[in-house]
């Protein structure tokens, strides 16, 4: 089939001095009668050309829908941007990181079960999300669609505050992402050397030294990105067998059984009910899918992103998923002294579980390594969507100095400005760990918090769509007739983890112990709406008015 060109009447419609900057109608009718004259064919309403700027047809049309000019080269295909969502999101490798936590609440059974509900409860996320990808692929992602899915007398309000909150969620990523690699770090150095006592200062350090490789390959290197995340996504698989098939071959004798790695449900931090504690033990591994909708705001990088984000997302969240839930399993297998990994002088459990099932402190390292080398390329490709997301909103007016962060660099075709803030954020962050490990990760708690909150802003939105009966855009990745079964099946699973997200992480908790993470959440908010009165209400239109109706 050829693409379906729009009309040339409904283009012409268009006066020259309009605001989507449509030079002249002449113009128009001269670009559109060009296109008609290109045999193209196309499969499944993709062209099989497009400049690298500008990408196929396809892409093409959907920026000017949007009335969004195309402004950074479309350098990602299937295999890259696929590549990119999985070392984002590194599932087995934060499985790993994380697993502890759910050991302690909810025991192995409750890991195990619970991350598989999780799973599950995010693919029907991930569904509703890739549908709105291929509605409306741009940077903007979850603010955009809530823009032009809401109700139009709270489109422009509802946006502006799921922007904010997608920025803190994606500069929280950033901070987690850096956090986690810089522990890795500290950790194979006690390993080696056992009279090294890691410091708050050290991980700050190394936080800063990630941030800089990332900030580097962000701007010198940013046209080899998409290369790049294609190849080290063959080391984030190559990795996972590097180290699923010695924790499974090596010290075979010192192995749970079985029957309690299935069946036994623990309630280690004493909150009384163990349905309680495996509630409560869902957070870890949701925080492995969180960020899972990366691909999208990288849409206007991506060729024919329509059809190859939303299922780049799917595969990430099937794919990832699996990996995820069979290293937990395996870690299950190789832990039969919680309390003892808990205690590790490492400081991170799994390099612990390594040792003990290596034997070897080389061979402990050299499977450390193969995380951190994935978690510094992961950095970058964080970096990468958060300083996207932060340009998509600055171009819409949404954040103070808006013109400096929505430019784009003429010599990186990038965000170039967006990416700075994204660091200098991020800094700035990194030292409240210093003083105090309890603050810093109140931090990563509202990020989490954040994010889910605009999951749940614009699914909500679609779902309301649909029960109005109001139609749709049109989508390359239809939900069909199950489309409002499945936003509302979501909705009820993103609010249960939202919850358990502000929960403390043991019962009765001092004031150390206590997730302050609501309290960054609300001044998030507080800001915003604070800004908003001030300033960008006067400002900020909401994307949907730059959309063009004709197209």
Known sequence: ?????????????????????????????M?????????????????????LREGTLSDKRDMQRMGKKQQTLRSFRHFSILGFVMVILSTWEAQLATAV?????????????????????????????????????????QYHWVSEFAPGSAQKFISYLVGWLGIMGWQTAVVFTTFLTSHQIQGVAALNYTDYEPKNWHSTLLMWALLAFGILFN??????????????VVLHLVGFFAILIPLWT???????????????????????????????????????????????????????????????MMWTWLGNGLLGWVMGITFCFCVTDVMGVLSTPTGVPFIQVFYDTTGSVAASSAMTCIMIVIGIFATIAVIAASSRQLFAFARDNGTPFSAFFATVSPNYDIPANAVYLTVVVVVLMS???????????????????????TYMISIGCIALRRVRGIPLLPSRFSLGRLGLL??????????????????????????????????????????????????????????????????
């Open 1 to 29: 089939m050829r693409f379906p060109f729009p009309r040339s009447r409904g283009l012409l419609s268009c006066a020259p001095e309009d605001k989507f900057h449509v030079k002249s109608s002449s113009a128009l009718c």
């Open 31 to 51: 670009s559109v009668m060009a296109e008609k004259k290109m045999d193209v064919h196309v499969e499944a309403g993709v062209a099989s050309d497009g400049s």
């Open 101 to 141: 936590f759910g050991l302690s609440n909810g025991g192995t059974a409750g890991l195990i079960w619970g991350y598989f509900a999780v799973f599950l409860g995010f693919g029907l996320v991930v569904a509703s999300m890739a549908e709105m990808a291929s509605m409306a692929p741009t940077s903007g992602g």
């Open 219 to 232: 701007t010198l290197y940013s046209k080899k990105l998409a290369i790049v995340q294609a190849v080290i």
């Open 250 to 312: 090596l010290n075979t004798a010192n192995r749970a059984t079985a029957s309690d790695v299935f069946t036994k449900f623990d309630d280690q931090m004493g909150w009384g009910d163990t349905g309680l504690a495996v509630l409560v033990g869902l957070l870890g591994p949701s925080g492995s899918f969180v960020g899972i909708e990366a691909g999208v705001h990288m849409s206007e990088e991506v060729r024919d992103a329509a059809y190859v984000v939303p299922r780049a």
């Open 431 to 453: 030292l409240i760990q210093i003083g105090s490990t309890v603050a810093f990760n109140q931090i990563l708690a509202f990020g989490v918090g954040s994010m889910l909150s």
């Open 486 to 551: 499945v936003n509302l099946s979501s909705l009820a699973f993103l609010l249960l983890i939202y919850i358990f997200a502000f929960f403390p992480p043991v019962p009765n908790p001092s004031n150390d112990e206590m997730n302050w993470g609501v309290l960054g959440y609300g001044l998030v908010i507080l800001f915003s709406l604070a800004y908003y009165l001030v300033k960008g209400r006067f400002q900020y239109v909401g994307p949907v008015e730059y959309v063009r109706k004709d197209i």
